[in-house]
């Protein structure tokens, strides 16, 4: 059974903080790793599908990198705002069936306080 | 940007009845998924639908669970004679294409939070 582990489970920093979390994933049979950001009472919303190994993919001040030989991903926020408080989930597509539908980790609770 | 709906929001049923969850994908995807979250644990996979039919299950998605794509816009889920252990936020969600190696993310909806009482 595929396993994707993220952690730390939760995180709280002070507003203008850097900060990165990992996900880590099987190494064998990679495809792709998709994160999402999901704040509360809102739908998951897609950040990243990264697919090479040594990607490093970048939206405003996330990023995210790769690598797939050891198998984690590690996000990172630069100047952490209140905003970007939510739970930060990482997806692994399972290829045992046919569409690698995706097996998620257990998320990263990102708390910013002003 | 196009979204993912779904409906309602909440749901209270009782232990044993049947209850219908309902989401509007986006137009011109083919791919369609519901995903749950029971409180505390990691979104789980139920079922994926393409071309009008199931293409892969998890385990949890036995016999109580169905899938149906009435009307070309609408994609709902039916859980019959629901438990306690149902209890959970439910997600639907679409893509262009397969996941994975294509580099597709899923668009999600907001979910659906069912309550067994």
Partial sequence: ?114 | EPEVTQTPSHQVTQMGQEVILRCVPISNHLYFYWYRQILGQKVEFLVSFYNNEISEKSEIFDDQFSVERPDGSNFTLKIRSTKLEDSAMYFCASSEAQTGALGYGYTFGSGTRLTVV
Avoid at chain 1, 14 to 23: A, K, L, V
Wanted: net charge neutral; charged share 20%; proline share 5%.
């Fill in chain 1, 1 to 114: 059974i595929l396993n994707v582990e993220q952690s730390p489970q939760s995180l709280h920093v002070q507003e203008g903080d850097s900060t990165n979390f990992t996900c880590s994933f099987p190494s064998s049979n990679f495809y792709a790793l998709h994160w999402y950001r999901w704040e509360t009472a809102k739908s998951p919303e897609a950040l990243f599908v990264m697919t090479l190994n040594g990607d490093e993919k970048k939206k405003g001040r996330i990023s995210a990198t790769l690598n797939t030989k050891e198998g984690y991903s590690y996000l990172y926020i630069k100047g952490s705002q209140p905003e970007d408080s939510a739970t930060y989930l990482c997806a692994f597509p399972d290829y045992g069936g046919s569409q690698g539908n995706l097996i998620f980790g257990k998320g990263t609770k990102l708390s910013v306080k002003p």
